[in-house]
């Protein structure tokens, strides 16, 4: 039957080739029209096409061995595929972490942004340079008309309420003051925030319980730090948005979770 909507899901695998255990059947049941994924992993050569392949899906990837990588998975044609910042020498990091494509008239950007280590490590600054860089490219290539979505890892908690015990994750890379204001400026070029415009103010929704923390999950200590943004076109047109749980309960799980929006058509 078709859909009256475009779906489209983000999904840090930690390991794609250990999670297809789960991502092929979450692709069946939830029939996504593009599901962006990160942290594959693994080198290009060692991609795993054929399972995407026997499911009549196309994939687009770039990646490298051990880390990073990225990767979009849809049933339709994915045109236009380019991968990091477009320049002349591309950095080799840069292209597994950044990828973007159009899928029938969406623009995608499918983004694992750095983590950033400690605000001390140079990996922090070079992290707020990602987000004027990301800015930059939006700004080039795209216009706010556009049907456009930003998503991925994004690698920020965006508010106190995006992440458990907030005062004491002031000086978290991932919820430093700092890196906070770098990705709303990067917002600020004319995209929202998906998940808040259709649950605001809703508190304990995170895409990230880190494996390290016992029963982080039962316990609810987590991190909304994967996100999708879309432009003005597509923000006025959300028919759903949520973070499917049911992922991370699986065996052998992502620390990562889905995060889904449904775009009406």
Request: charged residues 30%.
């Amino acid at each position: 039957m078709k859909r009256n909507f475009f779906r489209l899901a983000t999904y840090n695998a930690n390991g794609i080739r250990a999670r297809l255990h789960i991502i092929l059947p979450w692709l069946k049941e939830h029939r996504a029209d593009c599901l962006c994924i990160q942290e594959t992993k693994v080198r290009n050569e060692d991609f795993p096409q054929k399972p995407f392949g026997e499911m009549d899906m196309n994939v687009a990837f770039s990646g490298q061995k051990g880390y990073n990588g990225v990767a979009v998975v849809s049933p339709h044609e994915i045109r236009d595929i380019t991968t990091g910042f477009g320049l002349e020498k591309e950095d080799q990091e840069d292209a597994a972490r950044l990828l973007t494509c159009r899928i029938l008239d969406f623009d995608i950007v499918n983004t694992y942004v750095p983590q950033g280590r400690a605000l001390d490590h140079p990996n922090f600054q070079k992290k707020l340079e990602w987000f004027s860089r990301l800015r930059d490219l939006f700004s080039k290539r795209y216009s706010v008309s556009d049907k456009f979505v930003w998503c991925g890892d994004i690698n920020v908690a965006p508010e106190e309420i995006d992440v458990y015990a907030p005062e004491k994750k002031l000086n978290h890379v991932c919820f430093h003051e700092s890196v906070r204001k770098a990705f709303k400026e990067c917002m600020g070029w004319g995209i929202s925030d998906c998940f808040r415009a259709v649950h605001p103010g809703e508190p304990e929704q995170y895409t990230f319980y880190d494996y390290r923390i016992p029963k982080a999950l039962e316990r609810k200590l987590g991190w909304r730090i994967d996100h999708i943004l879309a432009t003005k076109p597509l923000c006025t047109n959300i028919q759903d948005c949520f973070i499917d749980i049911e992922p991370r309960k699986a065996k052998k799980p992502s620390d990562h979770t889905f995060l889904v929006a449904d775009f009406r058509i």
